[in-house]
């Protein structure tokens, strides 16, 4: 009798055995639906000009340059001006890249972040001509709507849906404002540690923790009759 218990034992294991197979642990989506962050240059071409670095009409396209720069570019900032033949030419150039140095300076890009250079000319880079260039982090989102396996029956494997945390993923990845967080932390900034202590003890005694005089109201009419 317990002989025949034993073989029923062992019959039983080897039918419950695809069953319990398919009980493993559960798959990470994220690893379906991860969003993969690279890095990507940019670039900007721009005449130099002796007297004022740059052209009126072409300080708006500098700006919008720069201000992508400082909300999520890369370092180095690579400045590269085109230079004629002969050695006077070579003085011009230098003697423009570095008014293009300084006014990106003054515009708020960090003086040790610049790479300033000279090269020969050429027909993609006229003489006098100033390129611009520095990586920024962008994202690829996955493609949703892979509706091709049935979610109501998936025997023997617990593996998530094609399409499980796509819509996740994917919004995420449209919203972040600067996808280089999704690598590493913005970096703390300069907050003076005192000031931040003495804001917390006043909130903690219930005073008031903004200095008379920074903060002013105003009664909106809209609506209003």
Same mark, same amino acid.
């Given at each position: 009798m317990t002989s025949i218990r034993r073989r029923l034992f062992g019959f039983a294991l080897l039918l419950l055995a695809p069953i319990l197979a398919s009980c493993a642990e559960e798959g990470d989506w994220r690893a379906h639906q991860r969003l993969v962050v690279e890095k990507r240059p940019v670039a900007l071409a721009l005449p130099v000009q002796d007297d004022s670095v740059i052209k009126p009409e072409d300080m708006s396209r500098l700006q919008s340059f720069v201000d992508v720069f400082l909300q999520r570019g890369e370092a180095p900032f690579a400045v590269?001006?085109?230079k004629g033949e002969g050695e006077e030419a070579e003085q011009v150039a230098?003697?423009?890249a570095s008014l293009m140095a300084d006014l990106?300076?003054?515009?708020? #890009? /960090?003086?040790?972040g610049l790479r300033v250079r000279t090269v020969d000319a050429s027909d993609v880079s006229p003489e006098g001509m100033a390129r611009l260039g520095y990586d920024i982090y962008a994202v690829r989102v996955p493609q949703c709507g892979d509706w091709s396996e049935n979610s109501s029956f998936t025997p023997f494997r617990n593996d998530p849906l094609p399409s499980f945390g796509c819509a996740v993923s994917r919004n995420i990845g449209l919203m #972040? /404002?600067?996808?280089?967080?999704?690598?590493?932390p913005h970096a703390l900034d300069g907050r003076d540690a005192t000031r931040g202590a003495t804001i917390i003890g006043k909130y903690r005694s219930g005073e008031e923790t903004v200095s008379k005089g920074t903060v002013t109201s105003t009664i909106s009419t809209v609506g209003t009759q």
């Open positions: 590269t001006v085109s230098k003697r423009r990106l300076t003054a515009m708020g #890009v /960090d003086q040790a #972040v /404002d600067n996808p280089r967080d999704l690598i590493r």
